[in-house]
């Protein structure tokens, strides 16, 4: 298909459900096209849940066995998965294979080396971690979402309780907003302490909620990889890139600058490597980071906007596909041929996720 009968047929195609298109013959006319292999997909991924995460922030966690489909979805295509350096260099020399993919993940969380990796290399694909690090070294759960998921565990409720931890009571859990106004209040109220010290807010929290926090240590969740881990899949060919130090992107540029320098040097002593990748924490950017980035060395930044990646973007602006358990299987392989570029609207998407600070 070329480009002049890919614009003509643009106009049918928006109005035609997309299992209709996929079963006509669409979506691999236009995988196979010039116009796909113009084209980067960079696949976003942040968790796959070890329990009820993805019940509890589904723009953050999958279940495993839907993301076991996508990577079987992904062969089962014939889609070529590159090294994200090598596609970036490729796309900008427009030398990329047919139906070219990347797959990143944010953050770099513990069920990210339990069980998505596994499942990447049974697979054989590549895959780039942005890392944060403050808490790799660290065996604590990452404080604001922690509370937050506590919280959404007692979802619907009004409690007695939290004097002693400088809230007012009742605590209203019965909304999102509710529950998020909840965790404002403990973040401005543990500004100044310790990880260890915000880990007892947390452990006392658990127990005013009746939940048992040794079990959510216990298993990991809502902890980032040590640094044994993160050592261990280096050696096994995992990628490790940037994504600031505490999870945060300071408007000041020495803070901003300190917090690649301090990831990029922790990032050095683990792999070996150095890292010239950056992915924005919470897809947040500002046109002010990119002269800082260039000062620091840094050759792509991906962002949380959604579309596929052609030569023609800035290299500190990489556009990405955000995969979350709302999309369905065909709206996923839309994206992975094309057509769900297409279709869309193409605006930017900036995504707000809860930040992983200390």
């Known amino acids: 298909m070329n480009q002049l009968s890919l614009q003509r047929s643009l106009k049918v195609i928006k109005r035609v459900p997309l299992r209709v298109l996929k079963s006509s013959g669409i979506f691999h006319a236009v995988r196979d096209s010039e116009w796909r292999r113009r084209r980067l997909l960079i696949l976003c991924y942040h968790g796959t849940s070890l329990e009820d995460e993805h019940l509890w922030r589904t723009a953050l966690f999958m279940p495993i066995e839907q993301f076991a489909q996508r990577l079987e979805c992904i062969q089962r295509g014939g889609y070529r998965v590159l090294p994200l350096s090598e596609a970036l260099q490729r796309l900008k020399a427009r030398d990329l294979p047919e139906g070219s993919v990347a797959i990143t993940f944010d953050d770099g969380t513990y069920d990210f080396y339990k069980q998505a990796f596994p499942l990447l290399k049974k697979y054989g694909f590549p895959v780039t971690v942005y890392q944060t690090t403050y808490y790799s070294d660290r065996q604590l759960p990452v404080f604001n979402l922690t509370c937050s998921y506590l919280l959404w565990k007692r979802r619907g409720q009004m409690l007695d309780v939290g004097r002693e931890l400088g809230l007012d009571p009742p605590l209203n859990l019965c909304s999102a907003v509710s529950r998020q106004e909840i965790v404002v209040k403990m973040l401005a109220l543990t500004q100044s302490m310790t990880g260890q010290e ?136 839309s994206w992975l041929c094309g057509v769900g570029h297409l279709l869309s609207q193409r605006r930017p998407a900036r995504q707000k996720f809860v930040p992983v600070g200390d």
């Open 198 to 333: 915000k880990n007892g807010v947390l452990c006392r929290l658990a127990e005013l909620l009746g939940i048992d926090y040794g079990e959510i240590l216990s298993k990991r969740i809502l902890q980032i990889m040590n640094a044994g881990e993160i050592e261990q899949l280096a050696r096994q060919g995992v990628d490790f890139q940037l994504h600031t130090h505490r999870h945060r992107v300071p408007k000041d540029r020495i803070l901003f600058q300190t917090e690649i320098r301090q990831n990029r040097e922790r990032l050095r002593e683990l792999t070996g490597q150095t890292a010239h990748h950056f992915c924005y924490p919470g897809g947040v950017y500002d046109r002010q980071f990119l002269p800082w980035l260039e000062e620091e060395g840094v050759k792509s930044a991906t962002t949380c906007d959604i579309s596929l990646a052609t030569a023609a973007h800035n290299p500190l602006l990489l556009p990405r596909f955000i995969d979350t358990p709302a999309q369905s299987e065909v709206e996923y392989e």
